[in-house]
């Protein structure tokens, strides 16, 4: 554990992320059994034009509401329901288990300072706790550029405005892997699919994504 994670273990008990109960599986049984009622949580493995697309939730209702919290409440102690949403789905378990390394999709060093932690790299590391087969690795993604918010443009603009806005760095690290790419929300997949296309032309063999949604609205 790192600095971090040791002081958010020590400010927060663990709670379910959903109804803020004492729990120390950080999702409650009557909280799950209502999300997989309600169809919130629904873990699904879809593909397109060869790229795999691992997903547990729409984004949309408490799970929208979550993942905003998460990304911009400060909640950052939620990583760890986040992470349970993976690693307790058998499904989800036996796809991830094909892979050899995980990978957040990186943010740039000034968002990292102004959020105080990174959303995607805290979930993926506590995924590979979890998961044996998969090594987390950081700093071989990196964003070489300050892209505009995505979600204020177009589908068309989403996709030139990440163009060549990544790069990997510690390319020996993935060479012939199979890669797992790791992010919040699925919206256009401009970023997700950008970065699949720099991790294949820098050597991996594989490349699938992960995300806690997939946004339909888009
Ligand atoms: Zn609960």
Do not use: W
Request: with cysteine; glycine share 4%.
């Amino acid at each position: 554990m790192n600095f971090l994670e040791n002081m958010l273990a020590f400010i927060f008990p663990p709670v379910c992320g959903i109804c803020g109960k004492e729990n120390e599986n950080y999702v409650c049984k009557s909280c799950m059994e209502k999300l997989k009622l309600e169809k919130i949580y629904v873990p699904q493995i879809i593909n397109y034009d060869g790229i795999k697309h691992c997903y547990i939730s729409e984004y949309d209702g408490i799970m929208r509401q979550k993942i905003l919290q998460y990304k911009f409440k400060n909640k950052a102690y939620l990583y760890k329901m986040f992470s349970e949403f993976f690693v307790k789905n058998e499904k989800v378990c036996r796809f991830l288990k094909n892979y050899d390394i995980i990978i957040p999709v990186p943010m740039t060093n000034k968002k990292i300072a102004q959020r105080g932690y990174n959303q995607t790299e805290l979930i993926a590391k506590e995924i590979a706790v979890n998961i044996k087969e998969l090594t987390y690795l950081k700093n071989i993604l990196i964003k070489q550029k300050e892209i505009q918010v995505q979600s204020t443009l177009s589908q068309k603009e989403r996709f030139n405005n990440v163009k060549n806005a990544y790069k990997v760095q510690n390319m020996q690290k993935i060479k012939e892997k199979n890669i797992i790419l790791f992010d919040d929300i699925y919206t256009t997949g401009a970023t997700c699919r950008e970065c699949a296309k720099t991790i294949i032309e820098a050597g991996a063999k594989t490349v699938a994504l992960l995300t806690i949604a997939k946004d339909f609205e888009k």
